[in-house]
């Protein structure tokens, strides 16, 4: 899978803030470092009932969320809510998606352009060591709303290794034609943590789509990254207590 995603076009916004940064004589960096290196954190609350995937949705009523927001394709408003918990045994995410007309293609594991179908994506960064490049404790998952998924992991070389196989969990569950759940568990094995309160990981979500009728594509994520492979944009995830118990 490519790791650059098509350039999306600058908000006014941050094109004044650039302006008034290179009149004043500051770097792009400090541009930088009041955009995408601000860090956003989730909190992941612990859960004494890991959910049932099934697409219940009152399951996860105890689960830290985050909400994110796409452009809209077809007429269609598109976003998402993603929810996150935790147990001894696993991280446990939950998409909830709206979007245009759904339609997916891909049915095989590790399938070319699986990411072009409607469906998920989260990528982890264990360590939580904020690198550019893809590392072996970086992995990231796509799933789509067959539930066929391609699912990748870093190397030394910083290049990820389409060839591996992660062992999380996922079904989805298709409400209509324009709204569907994926429900994942990801391993603290498969991450490499023993999880604890207070621990950290770096997190990247996001939801891809295309108009069945125009094949326009687009996706929305929730750091507003250009390359996703690249950890050093990731936000975090912080593992508390049940809810009301920090």
């Given amino acids: 899978m490519p790791t650059k995603r098509k350039q999306k076009p600058p908000h006014l916004a941050w094109v004044f803030c650039l302006i ?16 995408q290196t601000v860090s956003k954190t989730i909190q992941a609350h612990q859960t004494g009932s890991p959910p049932t995937f099934d697409g219940n949705l009152a399951e996860w009523a105890g689960a830290g969320k985050v909400s994110l927001e796409g452009r809209p394709l077809a007429g269609h408003a598109r976003r998402a809510e993603v929810s996150v918990m935790w147990d001894a045994k696993n991280l446990y995410l939950a998409f909830d998606v709206r ?6 293609q891909v049915r095989e594991h590790d399938g070319d352009k699986l990411w072009e ?7 982890v960064d264990a ?16 799933i789509n709303i067959l539930n066929a998924v391609y699912d ?17 969990r996922h ?11 994926v429900e ?17 990981l770096g997190m990247d979500f996001c939801v891809n789509g295309k108009d069945p009728a125009t094949g326009e594509y687009d996706y929305f994520d929730w750091r507003g990254l250009k390359v996703f492979h690249d950890p050093s944009g990731f936000g975090e995830l912080l593992l508390a207590g049940p809810r009301g118990r920090m």
């Fill in 152 to 168: 990748d992991r870093g190397t030394p070389t910083g290049e990820p290794d389409p060839k591996w196989n992660g062992a999380a």
């Fill in 20 to 35: 008034a940064l290179m009149s004043s004589g500051d770097s792009i960096q400090g541009m930088e470092e009041m955009g």
């Fill in 184 to 200: 994942i568990a990801v391993p603290w094995s498969e991450i490499g943590l023993r999880p604890r309160l207070g621990t950290r």
């Fill in 117 to 123: 179908d409607d469906g998920v994506e989260f990528l």
């Fill in 127 to 142: 360590r939580l060591d904020r690198s550019k490049k893809f590392l072996p404790e970086d992995f990231s998952y796509h």
């Fill in 171 to 181: 079904a989805v569950t298709i409400l209509d034609d324009y709204h569907y759940i």
């Fill in 99 to 104: 979007s245009s007309k759904l339609q997916a």
